[in-house]
């Protein structure tokens, strides 16, 4: 089991940016693809991003291309989510989550995350 804390919410203008980050505590971190999720009140929660164990591929939900990006550093145990041009509609509870997936295979469902952290929040005023 991995435990992830995140860090790096808080509250921030349209238009600005913010840098997520997840700690992770096992070393077994390293050859587990990570994702990023979000949840805003009321809703279900949703993908955000994606990354493999390596760091080579990524995936991003439509609504994030272009203004967020995810990377990793295996030797600090740590995935980061970079998030440029803000936008009122990107406030959410923000999770990190490592996957069941190892080598290069990365996915956007929930279902496919077995490992979570608490969150953090996100707030983008208008």
């Known amino acids: 089991q991995v435990q992830l804390v995140e860090s790096g919410g808080g509250l921030v203008q349209a238009g600005g940016s913010l840098r997520l980050s997840c700690a992770a505590s096992a070393r077994t971190f390293s050859n587990r693809a990570m994702g990023w999720f979000r949840q805003a009140p009321g809703k279900e929660r949703e993908f955000v991003a994606a990354?493999?164990?390596?760091?080579?591929?990524?995936n991003y939900a439509d609504s994030v291309k272009g203004r967020f990006a995810i990377s990793r550093d295996n030797a600090e145990n740590t995935v980061y989510l970079q998030m440029n041009s803000l936008k009122p509609e990107d406030t959410a509870v923000y999770y990190c989550?490592?996957?069941?997936?190892?080598?290069?295979?990365?996915?956007?469902?929930?279902?496919?995350?077995?490992?979570w952290g608490q969150g953090t929040q996100v707030t983008v005023s208008s």
């Open positions: 989550a490592a996957s069941y997936f190892t080598g290069g295979s990365i996915t956007f469902k929930t279902i496919g995350y077995a490992d």
């Open positions: 990354i493999t164990w390596d760091g080579v591929s990524t």
